[in-house]
């Protein structure tokens, strides 16, 4: 079922959702559909927002992007760096009734370490074993120390799936999990339902029965059907819908710096669609990022309040860094750069966006600025979960997509950019940027650290496989008599607590 706005501007009444909506559920608007259900699997922002409620982590992090525990109590590392001893929760079930413990985690790293399709390999790629070392504790033993393994436990690494149930061929269709609420159903294209677990070890904060996740691309749409009262929360607003937000009486705006990005990945080696100057040289890619004016497309999608980017850390990072000025708009430089690398203006390529209208028309203001520099820019338009399938495929020449960011700048730059990691779509490859990196991972101080990016960084900017376009603030509105929420870097939407007033 399709979530429409008439023409007259009235939202229409959604049947489904006037039988969801009960006083003890939450309705909450999404902008994408999540591409499947399976934490190791999948590579969806929507899909960490369903498995935020759906799936407990052993670790999690704080509005401060501090480490707090979950369903791991406490941890400990040896003197040498590569054991990480962690006690666990005891009393925890999963939803099918399985018990959590040691052997259930052993499990699910194994499984997240080796499953064929799992986007976490690179993740935990410092892991050399996992053992069950006692009922609630767990020992991971690492080839080499790594600065970034806490944080990937406080993600999709860290997020415990029943092992029985995560052996079955239709887990991602039918998740178990043992976080505070359990899987109902999913209507593709239309909502996820969950219900609330009443085995969960902390379920008295959480106060909802149900909650249900209801994708509607259109972010115009998602605030008519939050100010209907068909929605309870949206997340992504759009920038140009935050001033009316504001002003409405029965609304409330959140609103927290981001740790994401959005960016443009170019396919350097991932099959033939790589095969063309754009992929090839990076004078054109360095060309196409002239092109661009991000101060103008800030203006008028965000409303300015996007920050520019020309990297991949975040102004919430500690790494960020900010010696980085952010190119100028040069047509006649980007024209140089082509005639250098020879190409015959125009130069066709062509760009995927997801079928949203901010990332249409940010793909359209791209479309008008490059065709200045001798591009001819052919937007593509797409389900958002379909266009990443088509990225990891090779069937792309140029893609615009988002990152949510983690807390620990690996999570920002390692999976993107080292030769044989899983979110390497563009298949970019450089030995000197996987030393770097691997190199960080290794390195515990600060400033150590910082400057291993700064010299990566240093190195994808010139080489440009990904251009880094902006970082996001995270914007969420909903119905005034909501309480509690407190939004986080993340992005996540974390439901402890939260109720609606009586």
Request: proline share 7%; hydrophobic share 40%.
């Amino acid at each position: 079922m399709k979530h429409l706005l008439a023409f007259t501007g009235v939202t229409l009444l959604l049947a489904c959702s006037q039988a969801l909506a009960t006083p003890a559920t939450l309705r909450i608007g999404i902008q994408d559909d999540p591409d499947m259900l399976d934490p190791h699997r999948s590579r969806t922002y929507a899909g960490r927002l369903v498995y935020t409620a759906l799936c407990d982590k052993l670790v999690d992090t704080d509005a401060d992007l501090q480490f707090i525990p979950r369903l791991a109590t406490a941890w400990e590392w040896s003197e040498d760096g590569k054991t990480l001893t962690m006690n666990l929760r005891e009393g925890v079930t999963f939803h099918d009734g399985e018990p959590f413990d040691a052997e259930a985690v052993k499990f699910n790293l194994d499984r997240a370490r080796t499953l064929p399709d799992s986007q976490r390999k690179s993740e935990l790629s410092s892991v050399e074993s996992v053992e069950a070392t006692a009922p609630t504790t767990v020992t991971i033993h690492l080839k080499k120390p790594d600065a970034t393994l806490i944080a990937q436990l406080s993600d999709r690494s860290g997020m415990m799936l029943a092992p029985k149930a995560a052996q079955g061929a239709d887990y991602a269709s039918k998740p178990v999990c043992s976080g505070p609420y359990e899987f109902v159903e999913r209507v593709q294209q239309d909502r996820i339902v969950l219900k609330k677990f009443d085995g969960y070890w902390n379920k008295d904060v959480f106060h909802f029965d149900r909650v249900v996740f209801m994708p509607i691309p259109d972010t115009s749409v998602r605030l008519a059907n939050l100010r209907s009262g068909d929605l309870d929360m949206i997340e992504r607003v759009a920038p140009t819908d935050v001033k009316s937000a504001r002003a409405d009486a029965k609304l409330k705006v959140y609103s927290t710096p981001g740790l994401g990005f959005m960016e443009m990945v170019v396919n350097i080696a991932n099959g033939p669609k790589s095969q063309n100057p754009l992929g090839q040289d990076k004078r054109v890619r360095q060309a196409l990022e002239l092109s661009l004016d991000r101060d103008a497309i800030n203006q008028v999608v965000f409303e300015g309040l996007y920050i520019p980017a020309n990297q991949a850390l975040s102004p919430s990072s500690p790494f960020f860094d900010g010696s980085r000025t952010i190119p100028a708009r040069d047509p006649e430089k980007a024209r140089a750069l082509l005639g250098e690398a020879g190409v015959k203006l125009p130069l066709p390529i062509d760009l995927k966006v997801a079928n949203n209208p901010i990332a249409q028309q940010i793909g359209q203001i791209i479309q008008a600025m490059a065709q200045e520099s001798g591009f001819q820019v052919n937007l593509i338009a797409g389900e958002y979960a379909t266009q990443l399938s088509e990225q990891q495929a090779g069937n792309y020449q140029v893609a615009l997509y988002n990152w949510s960011g983690r807390p620990d700048p690996d999570g920002n730059l390692h999976q993107f950019v080292t030769c044989k990691a899983p979110l390497n779509d563009a298949r970019y490859c450089n030995p000197k940027v996987d030393e770097l990196l691997n190199e960080a991972r290794v390195r515990n101080g600060l400033e150590e650290r910082k400057a291993l990016y700064a010299q990566a960084q240093e190195i994808l900017i010139d080489e440009a496989p990904y251009i880094y376009l902006f970082f996001d603030p995270r914007l969420f509105v909903a119905r005034g008599d909501l309480q509690n929420f407190q939004p986080q870097p993340d992005g996540l939407i974390r439901l402890e607590n939260v109720r609606l007033a009586p």
